[in-house]
């Protein structure tokens, strides 16, 4: 079993920025594909970004691509989603996932844990 806890969300303005960290406990990650996914009101759980066990590889929604960037400690068990030039439209509510056989990173039914999300808000 992986617990996952992730942390760092809050209220920030119109192209501030972000970096949330996602620790797991209960068993290494350094052999799970790790990722981001988030859910607005009203909206269904949509992917955000993704990276693989040794960081080398990563893919991003179109929505935040040259906005965020994840990266992983595999020292430190942990996962973060660096978030800059944030809009309104990046509100919601974002979990961290982790998934040995992540066949499709934007697929949110490959990844087996999931962690209880971090609010971001931002305001215009």
């Known amino acids: 079993q992986v617990q996952l806890v992730e942390s760092g969300g809050g209220l920030v303005q119109a192209g501030g920025s972000l970096r949330l960290s996602c620790a797991a406990s209960?068993?290494?990650?350094?052999?799970?594909?790790m990722g981001w996914f988030r859910q607005a009101p009203g909206k269904e759980r949509e992917f955000v970004a993704a990276?693989?066990?040794?960081?080398?590889?990563?893919g991003y929604a179109e929505s935040v691509k040259g906005r965020f960037t994840i990266s992983r400690d595999n020292a430190k068990n942990t996962v973060y989603l660096q978030m800059n030039s944030l809009k309104p439209e990046d509100t919601a509510v974002y979990y961290c996932?982790?998934?040995?056989?992540?066949?499709?990173?934007?697929?949110?039914?490959?990844?087996?844990?999931w962690g209880q999300g971090t609010q971001v808000t931002v305001s215009s």
């Open positions: 990276i693989n066990w040794s960081g080398e590889s990563t």
């Open positions: 209960g068993r290494t990650i350094s052999t799970y594909r």
């Open positions: 996932a982790s998934g040995i056989s992540v066949r499709r990173m934007e697929v949110s039914s490959f990844y087996d844990y």
